[in-house]
């Protein structure tokens, strides 16, 4: 094919009828200077609409070529931003009202925290109180496998869930002082078998520090409240509970066939460690699991993908153990040839949140 000269070129967009609504569209575009405009110097450079004469910027038609003397046209840069920030104008009231929120919520997840706490734990009185309403609010399957159930707690009539964490004495906390109420964690992903894990472990020592030693004091505490509403719920249980044939076929009363696994286990030479748990699934579609994964006030999207996936890593840091007492799982086990009913009480992290400088990650299994 002959090479078009580019005299050619710009005849035709020119004259073509292929463009001719084209052309009349950016007519349009170009509004004709009034008497006021007509007023600058002519050697001044100014906006075709809006006659500004700064942050001026060169524009090239599109159904011209060549003819620079009619495709070139010069705008000021706001008018060529102003269509996309339209759509995001805020009025001057509502610029304010913004600020002063966030000004107020600097520090959010210890606001929450705060707020969640005081009303739980944040007194000898008030975890007393708090542990006094704590109930079975219902008994359900297990969404995932019927053969398996678990109790629903609740506290305060039912409105609230059972929230405990490490506190300063007589305040609250703050990001400074989440370094001194956490605690070092470990968390394997895949067990033995590959299958996904949901628990971090904390070995328990005698070194720990006395806010510390009161939060592990008041777990103790719930672990033995539990296994007492759960004898007092075998002791009256009747057929129209979803678990009383499961019970009958165990031979389980208040006192026997039956074993508790509380947030404080036995190990080994009766090593004691703090089991708590994260959801893995997402109740939000745009999260990646359904615990919270934080680093102070900041998200930790990485983290939160690498605890999402089912291959192995290993984590390791130093976590702030605010939790809410959401379950107690109740299943069939085996135990020394005898069958048994076990009653596990699922401890969860409001959120996961790390202590930053304290994080060690692996994929290689130690």
């Given amino acids: ?43 001044s450079i100014c906006c075709k609409r809006c006659n500004n004469n700064k942050y001026i910027e060169l524009r090239r038609l599109q159904i011209r070529r060549c003819d620079e003397e009619a495709t070139i046209v010069y705008y000021c840069s706001n008018l060529l931003k102003f269509k996309m920030q ?18 107020k919520s600097s520090t959010s997840r210890m606001d929450y925290y705060n707020r969640i706490l005081s009303s739980s734990c944040s ?12 109930n079975f609010k219902e008994v359900v399957p297990l969404p995932k496998n019927n053969s398996m159930f678990r109790f629903v707690i609740k506290c305060f009539n039912n409105t609230n869930n059972v929230i405990l964490g490490p506190l300063k004495i007589s305040s609250g906390i703050t990001l400074t002082d989440l370094p001194s109420l956490s605690i070092p964690m470990s968390h ?17 020592s005698e070194n720990e520090t006395e806010p510390m030693k009161k939060f592990i004091e008041r777990l103790r ?3 033995s409240h539990m296994q007492m509403l759960i004898s007092d719920y075998i002791r009256h249980i009747d057929e129209s509970s979803p678990i009383y044939y499961m019970l009958k076929k165990n031979n389980v009363k208040f006192n026997q066939n039956w074993i508790f696994t509380g947030i404080i286990n036995k190990g080994n030479n009766n090593t004691e460690y703090i089991n708590i748990r994260y959801f893995k699934d997402s109740f939000k579609g745009k999260k990646k699991i359904g615990t919270n994964v934080y ?40 135990v020394n040839n005898i069958p048994m009913v076990n009653f596990t009480c699922k401890a969860y992290f409001v959120d996961i949140n790390f202590i930053p400088n304290s994080i060690r990650c692996s994929t290689k299994r130690l």
């Avoid at 007194?123 to 704590?134: H, L, N």
């Avoid at 394997?188 to 328990?204: A, G, P, S, T």
């Avoid at 900041?298 to 007492?325: H, Q, W």
């Fill in 295 to 334: 680093c102070g006030d900041d998200y930790l999207d990485e983290m939160a993908d690498l605890l999402s996936r089912d291959t192995f890593c290993y984590i390791n840091g130093n976590i702030y153990p605010l939790i809410k007492v959401n379950y107690i799982i109740i299943n069939e086990r085996i």
């Fill in 188 to 204: 394997y992903h895949l067990n033995k078998n590959n299958f996904v894990q949901d628990n971090f472990i904390h070995r328990i």
């Fill in 1 to 43: 094919m002959d090479n078009i000269s580019m005299k050619a070129l710009d005849k035709f967009f020119k004259e073509s009828s292929l463009f001719s609504e084209d052309r009349l569209r950016e007519k349009n575009k170009l509004p004709v200077l009034d008497d006021e405009k007509k007023e600058i110097k002519k050697n």
């Fill in 86 to 103: 339209k759509k995001n104008f805020k009025s001057s009231e509502q610029l304010v009202k913004s600020i002063n929120s966030s000004n």
């Fill in 123 to 134: 007194t000898d009185m008030i975890f007393q109180r708090m542990i006094s309403t704590i």
């Fill in 221 to 223: 505490f719930i672990d």
